[in-house]
């Protein structure tokens, strides 16, 4: 029997679909197959496969614009309640500006563009989105760009206009046993999620500096309890930075996706702490989609 205490939340945590509509297929066949009861999806940017050029032309833009929209309809008939982000593959045209008040989010069968926004799942639980990317490096040097900000300077100026009044204890609209989601696109600097070592002596590193610096300050520990990203497709996985989960499931174009499950009042399984009223992480699952 589940109470108010026990309750459990199912998430699917997909990332980077970068149009692969057979993916997007056989993702819906993988669900149909077991029958898994989701009640929230996750869409941590990358929809399309659009060029970090801001200036394309129109009729391109109108064409990304276009497949990011048939990509998250597609994706909406079998997956519900589904909560994105744009990433650095999607059009400025999907950055609203930020929200100075709580959307409480309503079901309706539409998916909802969380970039900027705090979003209240329970009375108790919070999402916080914010999407685009840093700069890449490997070997020293620049080797991805980002978008559609230009340097991580610019990306931690105005994400920590959203993301700063989490850390801080006299923030008014959370209250000290609230719990938030901090969905990003990149990854915080630092985590394995957020490193592809698939050239080993020569890894690309795709993590934020300020996001790491916010995940540590003990503010944030008090209240963040998850961080789901994507950006770097390879890497999928967990990693714990104090009492905070970071998660990154892989990119559903190589065919990676994970499951999570969400429960109020339970142990930690990773750090065997008791949140006792606030919400954890107690399973994970990460798949990878098999073709013939």
């Known amino acids: 029997m589940t109470t108010r205490e026990n309750e459990e939340i199912a998430i699917l945590h997909i990332s980077d679909v970068h149009t692969a509509y057979k993916h997007i297929q056989g993702l819906k066949e993988w669900l149909s197959n077991i029958q898994t009861k989701i009640d929230i999806?996750?869409?941590?940017?990358?929809?399309?496969?659009?060029?970090?050029?801001?200036?394309l032309p129109k009729e391109e833009v109108e064409k990304f614009t276009q497949d990011f929209r048939v990509v998250l309809d597609t994706i909406a008939v079998f997956c519900p309640n589904?909560?994105?982000?744009?990433?650095?593959?999607?059009?400025?045209?999907?950055?609203?500006?930020?929200?100075?008040?709580?959307?409480?989010?309503?079901?309706?069968?539409?998916?909802?563009?969380i970039h900027n926004k705090i979003v209240k799942l329970r009375s108790d639980l919070y999402i916080v989105g914010y999407g685009g990317s840093i700069p890449v490096y490997k070997d020293g040097e620049q080797f991805w760009l980002s978008y559609p900000l230009l340097t991580e300077e610019e990306f931690t100026k105005e994400a920590s206009l959203l993301l700063d009044p989490i850390s801080n204890p006299e923030n008014t609209i959370l209250r000290p046993n609230d719990?938030?989601?901090?969905?990003?696109?990149?990854?915080?600097?630092?985590?394995?999620?957020?490193?592809?070592?698939?050239?080993?002596?020569?890894?690309?590193?795709?993590?934020?500096?300020?996001?790491?610096?916010?995940?540590?300050?003990?503010?944030?520990?008090?209240?963040v309890f998850l961080m789901p990203h994507g950006h770097t497709h390879l890497c999928s996985g967990k990693v714990q930075i104090g009492g905070i989960t970071v998660s990154n499931p892989g990119a559903l174009?190589?065919?990676?996706?994970?499951?999570?499950?969400?429960q109020r009042g339970c142990v930690h399984p990773d750090i065997r702490k008791t949140f006792k009223g606030q919400w954890a992480v107690t399973s994970y699952a990460y798949h990878m989609l098999k073709f013939d």
């Not at 901090?182 to 590193?205: I, L, R, W």
């Not at 174009?253 to 969400?262: D, N, S, V």
């Open 253 to 262: 174009k190589e065919g990676r996706f994970a499951l999570y499950t969400l």
């Open 179 to 223: 719990s938030v989601i901090v969905m990003v696109h990149n990854g915080p600097e630092g985590s394995s999620t957020a490193v592809d070592t698939s050239t080993p002596y020569s890894p690309t590193y795709s993590g934020s500096t300020y996001l790491k610096e916010f995940l540590c300050r003990s503010e944030t520990q008090k209240r």
């Open 41 to 55: 999806t996750l869409l941590s940017g990358d929809i399309t496969q659009m060029p970090m050029d801001h200036s």
């Open 82 to 113: 589904v909560l994105y982000i744009p990433g650095n593959h999607d059009h400025t045209e999907f950055y609203p500006e930020m929200e100075d008040k709580v959307t409480v989010f309503k079901p309706n069968g539409v998916p909802m563009n």
